[in-house]
């Protein structure tokens, strides 16, 4: 069967529920259509296409993930972003531009860090987008953008993503925003810090003890507890 944007979405509606579609409208609401399908049944949609879609040139394979998110579903946003972190020559090609491109409908939490820890953080930590960039986002109007900034560094430091850690990216970036109050920073900077604690625990410490009284209350439990006990709560395994 050849693959295209039609036949995906097609599949994707067959394994749908209506009840997960229901239940993204507060988890993580979006303007973008839902068709509310589990993780799980998406992992294995993804194996099922990648029989066909590995053996496509880098750059076809590219525009396919930038039709995905064209469609502006939620699903074909996700399955673009995991379709050229199993492609790793076109995941390697991407440019800032190609970036803003596959991020155009980040806006909620769900697509923004899949985006983020899955993209965005590899061309970071690979050199195909600068420092700048990063920043650039970080200083956006937008909040997503500003998410995935903060977002990107758990990419780099996420060791199931290949993340080998950076210190001295990831808490650049966290000093740009801990005087940020919006919910959504408070949440990325707590995990940004916490995944940085599993390379470089005395960085982590270090950076809270200057902060401390800057930091929202949030971010000094979560942190605070990650490098006392290695976990950020009691609901975390």
Same mark, same amino acid.
């Given at each position: ?46 194996? @099922?296409?990648?029989?066909? $879609? /590995? ?6 394979? =590219? #525009? ?5 998110? %064209? ?81 990107? @560094?758990?990419?780099?430091? $996420? /060791? ?6 950076? =210190? #001295? ?5 966290? %000093? ?62």
């Amino acid at each position: 069967m050849t693959m295209n944007i039609k036949s995906i979405i097609e599949q994707l509606n067959n394994v749908a529920d209506p009840e997960r579609r229901e239940a993204s409208k507060w988890y993580f609401p979006t303007s973008m259509k839902t068709l509310g399908v589990k993780s799980a049944d998406l992992r294995n949609l993804l194996k @099922t296409w990648w029989k066909e $879609l /590995k053996a496509w040139p880098d750059e076809e394979l =590219t #525009a396919f993930a930038k039709e995905l998110v %064209e469609t502006r579903i939620f699903e074909c946003n996700q399955v673009a972003f995991e379709l050229l972190w199993k492609q790793k020559g076109a995941l390697n090609k991407l440019s800032a531009d190609d970036l803003e491109i596959l991020g155009q409908n980040m806006d909620n939490w769900a697509t923004t860090d899949s985006f983020a820890v899955t993209i965005s953080g590899w061309a970071w930590r690979n050199g195909q987008i600068s420092d700048d960039v990063i920043l650039k986002w970080l200083d956006s109007d937008n909040l997503w953008w500003r998410r995935a900034a903060v977002v990107s @560094t758990v990419g780099m430091n $996420l /060791k199931s993503r290949g993340g080998p850690g950076d =210190t #001295a990216k990831t808490l650049m970036v966290c %000093e740009k925003v801990i005087d940020d109050r919006d919910d959504m920073i408070i949440k990325a900077l707590s995990w940004a810090l916490r995944e940085l604690s599993k390379h470089d625990k005395p960085a982590v410490e270090e950076f809270m003890k200057k902060y401390h009284h800057r930091l929202a209350g949030r971010v000094r439990r979560e942190v605070y507890t990650k490098l006392k006990t290695g976990i950020k709560n009691k609901r975390e395994k």
